[in-house]
């Protein structure tokens, strides 16, 4: 039998060359992505290693704002076995770009290191020019040097936590080893006594020190730790902080890669319902050839065995081709990466570890093996005799009772767990995870029961989409729909990679437009505002101070000023955000119940999200901190957090704090370019307060809806290719097993051309089938998902028509390409050949 496989095989090579490209993509994106992370995680752990190579003890405070005094580091520059040790500080500094604009990241002020002069002591290396040695200089990262323009000898200003400015020369540029600088903020290397006058914070956030010749770091760990009775202050030797560093930054990478391999397992998945369909037409095509070797002799188990070691040889050969292929993906990763400024640490070469070999040939094998397994076990049911004749097509009833019974459970189910998710109740206007799991989850479920009644369906489907086409273009049309109905199984089988394709880029399409338009809407609504002040985020509290918003109101070409307040507190025992709005604010969030203008001293407005889960109405009382208020008015929104009080009771109860945010409106008829400039007079004084205006806000929030969409686009386009081998395959399998009727088709008066056109309308018809299919099931999850991520829906639910049009016109091309080699092959057959064949 092994010589009999072997020889099956041989003989349908190139009919299982598509099958074994749909194994080598699914193989590659799972090594791919596993390549991608070893190599990310030890370049990353190389970087941390070599920044703390020279460390061999580490003092540091425990607590998050706590800070070692000078004398500690004389206190461990005295314990012996200390060769050297330095103080490394690190606290909040604030550069302005070229513009006189803050520079941050995430609306987070940049850091300001000091300089230490030993090198294997201090977290950075010297790029260019010198470390500063006087409390006018100042060296930055390269980073930050590249992407403004800073060059050595020209100046650089930073801000103190007063809000006043200090121009200083630039002496050098360095690189932060251990990821201070970041891709929006900076990091600035000033002077102790520098870094002291312009963060307004003295002492050292960790003291680290080298061990002298013949002490090792264990000991040296222990006499530092004898030595140091400092309260708050723990110490650890040189190795835990590499790996404490290492860690740190590797569990981004983690998360990352997990979402990689989510992707890759909808990839797989694409693929085993190609493998599937592939050994499912072959196996039907040598229904012949099988039967006669059990005449021969085979016994069932030889059969179950050749099938079955047939797919384990083209498993194990196009897995292994995957493992090279992922190999190459993950460099292209890296590349793109880099391309984008994401590059990690170079470590030289790819980091290949034979656990990744082994997965990514284990997982094509398996995959293979089982895709192909519910084939072999039909090929042993064939009878001998009976195998001999032409099959019959006709599906059996109790097929399809068990076909329509299961569907129904499996919708049952998951429509019960999408309808739980969608009607869950957040926590306050936290995100709905829970909700969102269980609509995830209900979304698979139904999506199975789609699959398994898919062969019941798909034929009337076809037929309504087929019927005016068929009319227009002609009888070569018609006979492609008839073609399709004629095996819906098959259909069902080549059209669901497409449509898993298509359905997840319909629902993230959707959920995103929602998301999109309800955050529009809801600015536009709620926030009617021209501009958005905030305060740059240097120090704990920061805001926009009182003031700034002084000076705002004082501007004739400014109408409204609506300065809004918040903290986190507790409502009902639950913590959240908690808000206030000065007085003269003419913003308001829109209420659902109740009115605003009751609230006064003693009562409170809930977001309608935390009334709901908390089960109170206007008229009830509710604990906020450590007191308890009547309900006068609910409202919606997102900007204010769960509670709004009065401004008198928030001062009592939380102090007078700068402002969260400032809500400016222009007066009417002032254009935008003498709004915007009367914004930054008023502000001249206050280079921490970060101005952006509604438009821009709105601009940044649709571009990065469009950059995630991007990214989902691109990797879910790994399984739309998939699915496009798949229809590629089935049709070059169709073409062989109905050359005898193409040949009489041919001689019944159908020319070349419109043997083409019928293979080429057929192959588009199951494509679009699918991706109706597909878009429908996405449209209604996509709604069900942004429901369950969201509270309300200020903009209505959003369903992006051109996005999903472009969906379908690809869908439509993909099958359209798919089709073109085996319609040329079959209108190249020769007539009386096929017609011989048998």
Known sequence: MLRATLAGLRAHKLRLVLTAAAIVLGVGFVTGTLTYADTAKAALYQRFAGSAAGVDVDVRGTGSDHRLPGSALSAIESVPGVQAAAGRASESVPVLAPNGRPITNFGVAGKGVNAIRDRGLRPYEVHSGRLPSGDGEVAIDRDTATRYRFRVGGPITVVDPHQHRHRLVLTGIVEMDTGTGSSDGSTVVLTDRALDRYSGHTGYRQIVAHAAPGVSEQQLTARVNAAIRLPHTEVISGSTLRTELANDAISSVAVFSTALLVFALVALVVAAFVIHNTFTILLAQRRRELALLRCVGASRRQVFGSVLGESALVGLASSALGVLFGFALAYAMAAALSALGLALPATGSLVVAPRTVLVGIGTGLLVTLAAALLPAISATRIAPIAALRAPAENPSRNRTVVRIVAAALLAAVGGALTVLGVTATPAGTDENTTGMLLVVGGGLIVFLGLIVLAPLYLAPVIAVVGYLPGRLLGPATRLAGRNARRNPGRVAATSTPLMIGVALMTIFSVALATVRASADAEMSRSF?????????????????????????????????????????????????????????????????????????????????????????????????????????????????????????????????????????RARSGVSAADSRAAVDAALRRYPLVDVSSMAETRQRLSSSIDQLLGVFAALLGISVLIALFGIANTLSLSVFERSRESALLRALGLTRGQLRGMLLAEAILIAVVGALVGIAFGIGYGIAAARAAMTGFAGGVQIPVGQVLLYLALAALAGLVAAVLPARRAARTSLTAAMAED
């Open 528 to 664: 009617p505002a021209d501009y958005l002040l905030s305060g740059v985020q240097a120090e704990p509290g920061s805001g926009v101070p009182a003031a700034a918003v002084a000076a705002l109101r004082g501007r004739p070409e400014l109408a409204g000023i609506t300065a809004l307040h918040s903290t986190r507190s507790t409502v009902a025992g639950s913590r959240t955000t908690v808000a206030a709005l000065e007085p003269g604010a003419d913003l308001r969030p829109e209420t659902t119940a109740g009115s605003l203008a009751r609230l006064h001293a003693g009562t409170v407005a809930l977001h309608q999200a935390a009334a709901r889960r908390l089960g109170r109405h206007v008229g009830d009382t509710v604990t906020v901190g450590a007191h308890r208020y009547r309900i006068v008015a609910l409202y919606t929104g997102s900007m204010i957090g769960s509670a709004l009080l009065s401004w008198p009771d928030f001062r009592t109860a939380y102090g007078t704090h700068p402002a969260q945010a400032v809500y400016v």
